[in-house]
């Protein structure tokens, strides 16, 4: 049910016409209410696709009743004429469903670098809001696919209350192919602070912790929309833990089906002074050509992790690089910096490995997720736009 | 001639028998002076391998008369014990050569984790030393490579002197596989300092600008001998003009034999405030899988360059998204950040790919060269030490 399975939302996913694929392409969310609280992040890249410009202006008062996303177009690096036709969408929207426009965000996903077919686009909306529906959460979660091989949802239950979420995508900080959009909804009682704070936590923890091919999208967007029609105000820890629980769940689902990927990779470094500096190294790791290069053939090849590790300067993470181990699904392969166990005892015929960095400078860790680099990455990658 | 193009010089390569293959894996190159000045530049890596902690001391007091570098092992994260196998083949090589052991400088490349077969190295020492001769430069070049498909050497000329030099690998900052070697020879007189300032500038202006893969070896080194013996002492400016030619001359030849590359790029950023700013910029663009993906599938996408350009944090490269330029070879595929010509005016079907951005923010530019994301990449780097 993803996002229609709090109380107070609908949502429909039409095919317009933007793909050339003829599959769903427009989706549309409407919070009924009572409440009408919002929250948004966005991609932190300088180059901000149109509809995140439109949208983090929108959300900007706490406040958001629908949410219009397209796929089979970024509406990327498409000028002032683009930021119109975003400007246009979130109007018409308003206008079918009697709302004012500000309270409108809109997101897109695609090619970057061509306008919309904006006529398609505004017919599609008129279908979308004339399929509007309390069990619409599937078909709007199935028309935000691009590249993605399976829509993905969530749902997490509280007392009295629930939160539902629908994703794209495979990264936020750095995303694969064009972007990363979510939308989670919730019926439970939210002020637009505690909505806000809940958010910028789940998505530090969840798809701030993604990277799956060092790229950062022009157009990433995670929503919350809150209705209130659960009638419940859970405690701001209780629903934090909830909203967490589903975006790491969406994360995870958004690792799996990876552009190309064979393995799914958990690096986790431990021993840190700080978790930030955890991260710094779990990041140079998961960024690291070679070594996603090297679990794709199976290779416990732990020296590219090493050097890897030994790029993060020294006043992002201290250790000492004859203090460092690594252990690879379980088998410690380097023990001080220098070999450890024999590398043939790991096992990385599974889709899921599990790396372990062991800084030995204090007692914070952290994990980030990635995925190897395989011929199907290139392929893909290779052959989008044209 | 390579490194045997200065008067003053010895060099040899040999089979020592460390590689499987069977092909040449010990090269050796001395200085018979009269002088013995020397300078180095090693990787910032802080997992730095035994050779490279050997050769930074040995070289620290402006003075070296030899160098001995080994394919078939990188001798890196090998511990104390590695540190003493780098610190024996110096002993050993001092020993057949009548130096002193602090004279020896080591280079070692190829697998990251093992250690290295010494009875077979100190074996191939004493074959290299009875080898050695003032034509052997070619024969060195072609001991040093690793996955490099031909040898990489230039001779630059001055008056009454000339600059010789080999190298392996495929990047400074970012080397490919395993490690970037290069040893440059000259017979000009130097003094130690003049010997470091210029290796440094010429550095730091070729090698310190291709980025292959992004990632940063344990073991790069690039070492400057001159022996004195052509007796003419240039004028700095000069000399440095010529070593930022040969260094210039064999970046040129490491990126077009990078690992599994089918197009050389680059990527030139202009109308920065700083050259460092114009640097940071380029850098991005050229580590973008997605970006590098799309060249190697002939696809002019512009969009992942302006994705790439927006992740620069604005407190390193001062620019406005909506006033940059981007041009593929030639065509100006976007303007102010919106669509220009047409992109199918691009033709990315030659070797060579020339991407420009423009950030109409100051004077300053640079460029970094890069080369584009292959089957052949993930191919060579999933298959190498399996």
């Given at each position: ?38 929250a948004g992040v966005f991609t932190t ?120 979420g629908?994703a794209?995508?495979?990264g936020m900080l ?6 990363m959009?979510v939308?989670l ?10 909505a806000d704070a809940a958010l910028r936590h789940a998505v530090e923890h969840s798809f701030n912790r993604l ?9 990433d967007t995670v929503l919350l ?15 934090g833990?909830?909203l967490d629980?589903a975006c790491a769940?969406l994360a ?135």
């Open positions: 049910m993803s996002v229609t399975a709090p109380r107070g939302f609908r949502a429909a996913g039409v095919t317009a016409g933007l793909k050339k694929s003829g599959r769903p392409d427009l989706a549309l969310v409407v919070n009924d209410g009572p409440l009408d609280v919002a890249n300088r180059v901000q696709a149109a509809p995140v410009l439109w949208s983090r202006t929108a959300v900007g008062d706490g406040r958001a009743c629908a949410v219009i996303l397209n796929s089979g177009g970024a509406n990327a690096c498409t000028g002032s004429g683009g930021f119109l036709d975003s400007h246009t969408t979130a109007e018409h929207v308003a206008a079918v469903l009697g709302v004012g426009a500000a309270d409108v965000l809109v997101c897109s996903t695609g090619l970057i670098g061509e306008r919309l077919a904006m006529p398609v686009l505004l017919l599609g909306v008129d279908a979308a809001a004339a399929a509007l529906g309390v069990t619409g959460g599937p078909d709007a979660a199935a028309a935000i696919c691009t590249t993605d091989t399976v829509p993905k949802e969530t749902v997490q239950r509280g007392e009295g209350w629930s939160i539902g629908m794209k995508g495979a750095n995303p694969a192919l064009a972007t959009l939308v909804t919730t019926d439970a009682v939210l002020d637009a602070g505690m990277d799956s091919d060092g790229c950062m999208s022009t157009n929309l809150a209705s209130g029609a659960a009638g419940a105000s859970p405690d701001a820890a209780v629903f833990a909830a629980a769940d995870r689902q958004l690792i799996a089906d990876a552009e190309g990927a064979s393995h799914d990779i958990a690096v986790t470094v431990r021993g840190a002074t700080t978790e930030g500096a955890a991260l710094a190294v779990a990041r140079a790791v998961t960024s690291s050509n070679l070594f996603k290069a090297a679990v794709f053939g199976n290779d416990p090849n732990w020296g590219r992790v090493l050097a890897a590790v030994g790029t993060v300067p020294v006043e992002v993470a201290a250790y000492e690089a004859d203090e460092l181990d690594v252990f690879m699904n379980g088998v410690q392969v380097c023990r001080a910096g220098g070999v450890g166990e024999d590398r043939s005892a790991v096992d990385l015929s599974g889709r899921e490995v599990s790396v372990v960095v062991d800084l030995h400078a204090g007692g914070a860790e952290a994990t980030v997720w990635t995925n190897d680099l395989t011929h199907d990455y290139v392929h893909e990658n290779s052959a989008y736009s044209t």
